[in-house]
């Protein structure tokens, strides 16, 4: 690939027949390379909806309108969920975007949720 690209550049020509003329050659090669290229593209699209499809079967869009009752996830000093606390229930102060809500913590009475 390297002394393709050279050529391409025009750092180096290239030396030795591939047995064609070495343009047609770099032509052919050219084409395959767009050709699988465009293959991997729409390829890496089906994949992405599959993926996705996948992903959100079982996942329900949630919307919270001020000053409804939440839960909040409050993160451990561990890296894991699994040690982190619920805190709750909190009053939604904001919307900062469809799925970032600003919710009041100094509202919040602790509740361990097991």
């Not at 606390?85 to 919710?103: L, T």
Request: net charge positive; charged share 25%.
């Amino acid at each position: 690939m390297t002394i393709l690209k050279n050529h391409w550049t025009g750092v180096e020509k290239l030396l030795g027949s591939f047995g064609k003329f070495t343009v047609d050659y770099l032509r052919d090669v050219q084409k395959k390379l767009e050709i699988a290229a465009k293959y991997a593209s729409s390829h890496s699209e089906m994949e992405q909806k599959c993926y996705k499809k996948y992903y959100n079967l079982r996942s329900a869009d949630k919307h919270y309108q001020v000053g409804d009752q939440v839960l909040v996830l409050i993160p451990d000093t561990t890296a894991s969920k699994r040690f982190s606390k619920w805190s709750g229930p909190c009053i939604q102060k904001a919307v900062r975007s469809p799925y970032s809500y600003e919710v009041d913590l100094n509202i919040c009475c602790t509740m361990p949720i097991t």
